[in-house]
T-cell receptor, first 113, second 114 residues
Framework: KQEVTQIPAALSVPEGENLVLNCSFT??????LQWFRQDPGKGLTSLLL???SQREQTSGRLNASLDKSSGRSTLYIAASQPGDSATYLC????????????WGAGTKLIIKP | DAGVIQSPRHEVTEMGQEVTLRCKPI?????LFWYRQTMMRGLELLIY????????DSGMPEDRFSAKMPNASFSTLKIQPSEPRDSAVYFC????????????FGQGTRLTVV
C-alpha cells in the first residue's frame, strides 16, 4: 500500500534563504507526483507536476525533483519570500489506481521577514 | 479558464437540514473528485467520477451522503440529514485523464453544521 510522508511537518526560515521540502513514498510504481500549496482557509493550488519518466520540473523560483528508485521528491524554493508562507503538500498517483491521489500530511512553511 | 468553481464558499446549517454543494469542473476535464478536509484526518477522497460516471464511491461516509454528475460541467454533493461531524471543508477537483493528469482544485466549501 502506497504511503506518502512529508518531513518536517513545519519549517520556519528567514526571508531570502533557499530551502528544500521533502516528500517520500513507499512504492516506486507511480504515474506522477504533484506538489500543491494551500494557504489558510483556501483551496489547493497546483505548483508542479512531475511525470514518472521525468526527473525534474521548474516553475519560476520552484524546482521539483523526482527519484523514483529511492522513493523521494524534493521541492526547492529559491530566495524565499514571506508570500511563500503556506502549507505545501505532495500527492502521488499510483500506477495501480491511476485516479487516486495518495497525500502527504504537508509541511507548514513560515518565511520570516 | 476560470478554474474549478465551487459554491457556496461557506455554508452554515442546522443539524438535520439538507445541504447541497455544487461544483463546475474545468471545461474539457473528464475526471472529477470530491474531497473532504479536516484537521484530524487531512484530505479524504469521497467519490471519483470519470466521464460523468461514479467509479469509486468507497469514501462516501454513509448513506446520508450522495453525489451526482448529470453532465460534464456540473456535479453536486448532497448531505441529508446533516450532522455536526460533517463540518469540514469540501473540495472538488478535476483533471483531463491522459494529458499529464494534473489535478486542479476549487476553493472549497466550508461547511459548519450546528
Amino acid at each position: 500500500k502506497q504511503e506518502v510522508t512529508q518531513i518536517p511537518a513545519a519549517l520556519s526560515v528567514p526571508e531570502g534563504e533557499n530551502l528544500v521540502l521533502n516528500c517520500s513514498f513507499t512504492d516506486s510504481a507511480i504515474y506522477n507526483l504533484q506538489w500543491f500549496r494551500q494557504d489558510p482557509g483556501k483551496g489547493l493550488t497546483s505548483l508542479l507536476l512531475i511525470q514518472s519518466s521525468q526527473r525534474e520540473q521548474t516553475s519560476g523560483r520552484l524546482n521539483a525533483s523526482l527519484d523514483k528508485s529511492s522513493g523521494r521528491s524534493t521541492l526547492y524554493i529559491a530566495a524565499s519570500q514571506p508570500g511563500d508562507s503556506a502549507t505545501y503538500l505532495c500527492a502521488v498517483r499510483p500506477m495501480d489506481s491511476n485516479y487516486q491521489l495518495i497525500w502527504g500530511a504537508g509541511t507548514k512553511l513560515i518565511i520570516k521577514p | 479558464d476560470a478554474g474549478v468553481i465551487q459554491s457556496p464558499r461557506h455554508e452554515v446549517t442546522e443539524m438535520g437540514q439538507e445541504v447541497t454543494l455544487r461544483c463546475k469542473p474545468i471545461s474539457g476535464h473528464n475526471s472529477l473528485f470530491w474531497y473532504r478536509q479536516t484537521m484530524m484526518r487531512g484530505l479524504e477522497l469521497l467519490i471519483y467520477f470519470n466521464n460523468n460516471v461514479p467509479i469509486d464511491d468507497s469514501g462516501m461516509p454513509e448513506d446520508r451522503f450522495s453525489a451526482k454528475m448529470p453532465n460534464a460541467s456540473f456535479s453536486t454533493l448532497k448531505i441529508q440529514p446533516s450532522e455536526p461531524r460533517d463540518s469540514a471543508v469540501y473540495f472538488c477537483a478535476s483533471y483531463r485523464q491522459g494529458e499529464g493528469a494534473e489535478a486542479f482544485f476549487g476553493q472549497g466549501t466550508r461547511l459548519t453544521v450546528v
